[in-house]
Every structure is written in structure tokens, then in C-alpha cells.
């Protein structure tokens, strides 16, 4: 009877394991994985990105480069404000299908609103450069303004500038743009891009008088200017060169820039054939130069010189 009774489990035994079977081939087929894809999406939408993120795991186990199931985490990663692990996975969805840059970007953009809305500026920054990295023509919004200010903080002048002058061009009446004006010319000069850098000094300077900034801006526009006028000159364009070296003189605030300004003003006349007036510049240079010496001191001092040699030939 023991026998008979093991001879008829066999059959139900065999049953068992098929069915297991075929649950195993359900779960790794397409179909299994597009029911859990399908759970992690509906868990996400209804605020559980936690099991949302188990849901796309359980699939990747199955197909690490399931591009559904890499973006369902990396998107539920992103909502439990774990940004590290889901940059990884958005990264490695790019790897497989590039396409989703574009909806990674604005999905970062719209959670960093969200943070600066929120006062969590630090991690909207952050949020906002991957979302310029993943797609570079994301369009920010007034935001625009804050996240070129970011740039320009951390020294990254090339997107500052970009940055600013986008800002500027889709908000010209915005009361912000007074304030963007400086540190846009300052990225602008720090990428050598003098022309354009001189015209928002001139701009910052004509429209805000009485920024804290002024000084500074001061300092540097006439920087600016004197290199403009040294790159005229090269070209043999002495008028241009005159035209900018006397704004530089215009703002009597900087002894140094001052000198250096006349001694170019003093060598673009002599270029021009005006020795008397070069000379007269260059004596300017002399009698204004408290501590008696200097670059600019002794360059007057040698140029008078010559002046006076070819005068008495």
C-alpha cells in the first residue's frame, strides 16, 4: 500500500514542477517582465517610488539593458533623492539608447525647479548642470538667470556666458538683468572675448551707477579697453586705439591704469607722426607718477627722449 501510495504521488509530483516551470518561463519571458515594468510604473505614479525601483530591478535582473527598466529606476531613484545611483543608471541607459537624453534632461529640470522652489538651491544647481549636460538645448526658464550665476561661481565661464546672454536675449525687461550685466562681461573676459565683454561693461556702467559692483567694473572695463586699443594699433587702426584709451582716461581712479593708458595714447600719436603731442603725454605720465618709477615711468622717460634726439637732428 506504502508503494502504491509513492507510485501515485509521482504523477502529481510531475505536475508540480511543471507548473513552476512555466511560472519561471512566465517571469522571464516578455510578457512576465512588461507586468512588472507595468507594477513599477503604476507604484511610481501613485507616489511609491521605493517599490517602483524594486519592480525595475527584478526586471534588469533579467536584462541589464532593458532601456524600460533603467529608466523606470533611475526615475525612482531620482524621486528618493538618491541623485548619485540614479545618475548611474540614466548613464548607462545613454549608453544603450542616447534618445533618452532629452527626456532625462527635462525630467531634471523639472525636479530642480521643483528643489529651488523649495529653497533647496544647492541640490537644484546641481540637479540643473545634469539637466544642461543631458541635453544642452534645455530650455530653463527664468531660472536661466540662476543656474548662468552657478556657472560663473564655479569658474565654468564658457556656460556662464552662454547662459547669461540666452537669459538676457528671452528676458530684456526683467529687473534681474541689471544684475547679470557684470559677471556676464567678467565670463566674457575671462574667455578673452574682449569686444563683447566691453560693450556690457559699458552697458553695466552707463545703467547702474551706483552698483557696489562699479568699482570693479571700472577696474576691469578700462582693462579691457587697453586691450582692445594695443590689438588697433597692431592692426595700424591709431583712431580706434585714441577712441578707446581716452574712455580708459575718462575714470580717474586708477593711477596704474591711468599710466599705462597714456603711455599707449603717447605711442599711437608717434605711429600717427604727433611727437609734439606724444611728448606732451608722456611728460603728463612723468609729472603724475608719485614714486618716480615704474614700467610705464620709464617707457614716458625713453620715449621723451627719443623725441627730443630726432627733434635736435
Known amino acids: 500500500m506504502r508503494a502504491l501510495g509513492k507510485a501515485r504521488a509521482l504523477p502529481r509530483l510531475g505536475w508540480m ?7 519561471l518561463i512566465a517571469a522571464c519571458d516578455g510578457s512576465g517582465l512588461d507586468a512588472h515594468l507595468e507594477r513599477g510604473e503604476d507604484s511610481l505614479s501613485k507616489g511609491d517610488p521605493a517599490e517602483a525601483r524594486l ?17 523606470l529606476v533611475g526615475r525612482s531613484l531620482l524621486a528618493l533623492n538618491r541623485d548619485a545611483e540614479a545618475e548611474g543608471y540614466f548613464r548607462s541607459l545613454f549608453s544603450v539608447d542616447p534618445a533618452f537624453r532629452v527626456s532625462a534632461g527635462g525630467l531634471y529640470a523639472q525636479m530642480a525647479a521643483v528643489d529651488f522652489e523649495a529653497a533647496r538651491k544647492k541640490r537644484a544647481a546641481r540637479r540643473w548642470e545634469l539637466a544642461l549636460e543631458f541635453d544642452p538645448l534645455q530650455d530653463l526658464g527664468v531660472h536661466t538667470f540662476f543656474v548662468a550665476g552657478h556657472f560663473f561661481k564655479n569658474e565654468d565661464y564658457e556656460i556662464a556666458a ?5 537669459a538676457k536675449e528671452a528676458y530684456p525687461d526683467t529687473s534681474e538683468l541689471t544684475e547679470v550685466l557684470f559677471p556676464h562681461a567678467e565670463s566674457l573676459a575671462r574667455l578673452g572675448r574682449w569686444e563683447e565683454a566691453s560693450e556690457q561693461l559699458a552697458r553695466f556702467l552707463k545703467e547702474a551707477p551706483k552698483h557696489p559692483k562699479r568699482m570693479e567694473a571700472i577696474f576691469l572695463y578700462q582693462d579691457v579697453l587697453i586691450r582692445l586699443a594695443r590689438a588697433d594699433r597692431e592692426l595700424l587702426d591709431f583712431e580706434s586705439a585714441l577712441d578707446k584709451l581716452e574712455k580708459v582716461l575718462r575714470y580717474r581712479i586708477n593711477p596704474g591704469m591711468i599710466e599705462d593708458a597714456r603711455l599707449e595714447k603717447g605711442l599711437c600719436l608717434e605711429d600717427l607722426g604727433r ?6 603725454v608722456y611728460r603728463k605720465i612723468v609729472e603724475k607718477n608719485s614714486s618716480g618709477s615704474g614700467r610705464s615711468m620709464e617707457a614716458a622717460l625713453e620715449r621723451l627722449e627719443r623725441i627730443e634726439k630726432a627733434r635736435l637732428k
Do not use: K
Not at 527584478?58 to 539593458?65: G, H, P
Not at 611727437?275 to 606732451?280: F, K, L, P, S, T
Open 17 to 23: 514542477l511543471m507548473a513552476t516551470l512555466l511560472v
Open 55 to 71: 519592480e525595475g530591478l527584478y526586471v534588469l535582473q533579467q536584462e541589464s539593458d532593458n532601456t524600460d527598466a533603467l529608466w
Open 275 to 280: 611727437y609734439r603731442e606724444a611728448a606732451e
Open 162 to 166: 552662454q547662459l547669461f546672454n540666452a
